[in-house]
């Protein structure tokens, strides 16, 4: 069994909530928000489902280090630094780019939490997956456990299908947001047979996650689950894009709510929900689940 080396105290299950709002109440649905980003302070949300797995198969395979890719503020590059360092791993974040000094807060969170940075040009993170990039950072850094860009592997996908079964009301729907498709992948995965879940792209041309989620899951469980879907029409311009008509959303969310959405992910995933249930996608009587998968402070304001 994993054991963590220091304190790692996760909150799970994660806490479901019902959330009461007028525009849920004119079309007869419910939403109940999972909140995973309450699972731990310093791991985004659904970064912790996505590395548990990995990190015990890291440890079966005797690594003591994970090297990891992702962009100067990426969410999975911190979730990698802190639980290598509540797990007792070294980590090594391979960054896309040119060399950020000083350092922004996600990396200098990174560094924080013990992890060594890397810095790869545009074109060699592009081929991140070749063998010989790979031996390169192996030259250069000595044996390690890859984790892949945003984690998603197929150890990843079964530790988000643990997702569903903590949820103990019924429903019919489960919403989350979709950066690689991991989250989605084990989420569909993890569903009774009369439930159905939605992503939402957060990328311009999202097109490809389909495949991905397809190919995840077939890699995890040996064939795709035919029961979710992915909705390309809210990522409002682009991955980290935002625009005056989602900070309105994000403001009147929290008047009415108290909570401030993530908005690279979660406030675009919620956005289109509404949108749906607002467009009368959903019968009357519907119970839809949303996933919270980070908190607010998860991408800086820009
Ligand atoms: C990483 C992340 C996602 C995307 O998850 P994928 O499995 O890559 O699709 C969604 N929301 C938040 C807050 C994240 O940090």
């Not at 590059?77 to 090594?92: E, Q």
């Not at 950072?137 to 990843?156: D, H, I, R, T």
């Not at 939605?198 to 077939?218: N, T």
Request: glycine letters at 12%; a neutral charge.
């Amino acid at each position: 069994m994993l054991q963590p080396v220091r304190g790692f105290d996760a909150e799970l299950p994660s806490p479901v909530e019902e959330l009461h709002d007028a525009a849920l109440a004119r079309h007869d649905v419910r939403l109940l928000l999972k909140r995973d980003d309450l699972i731990h302070p310093e791991i985004p949300g659904n970064k912790w489902r996505k590395l548990k797995y990995n990190l015990a198969a890291a440890r079966e395979e005797g690594h003591s280090t994970l090297l990891t890719f992702g962009g100067a503020y990426s969410n999975h590059l911190r979730a990698v630094a802190a639980v290598g360092h509540s797990f007792g791993f070294n980590t090594i974040g391979a960054v896309r780019g040119e060399d950020h000094a000083p350092l922004n807060w996600s990396l200098g969170f990174a560094t924080s939490r013990g992890m060594r940075l890397t810095y790869l040009d545009r074109s060699t993170y592009r081929r991140k997956r070749d063998p010989e990039v790979i031996a390169t950072l192996q030259q250069q850094f000595g044996p390690f456990f890859l984790v892949p860009e945003g984690g998603s592997n197929a150890l990843a996908v079964q530790g988000c299908a643990e997702l569903p079964p903590e949820i103990d009301t019924g429903f019919d729907v489960i919403c989350c947001a979709c950066g690689t498709g991991g989250t989605l992948a084990g989420i569909a995965s993890g569903l009774h047979e009369q439930q159905r879940a939605i992503g939402f792209s957060a990328l311009k041309g999202g097109q490809f996650l389909a495949g991905e989620v397809a190919k995840l899951q077939r890699q995890a469980f040996g064939s795709t689950s035919g029961n979710w879907r992915i909705e390309y029409d809210f990522s409002f311009g682009g991955f980290a894009k935002r625009n005056p008509e989602l900070d309105r959303f994000i403001q009147e969310f929290k008047d009415r709510h108290g909570l401030s959405l993530d908005w690279v992910y979660v406030a675009k995933m919620l956005y289109g929900v509404f949108a749906l249930v607002e467009g009368g996608q959903f019968e009357p009587g519907t119970a839809i689940v949303a996933v919270i998968t980070g908190p607010a402070d998860c991408a800086p304001t820009p």
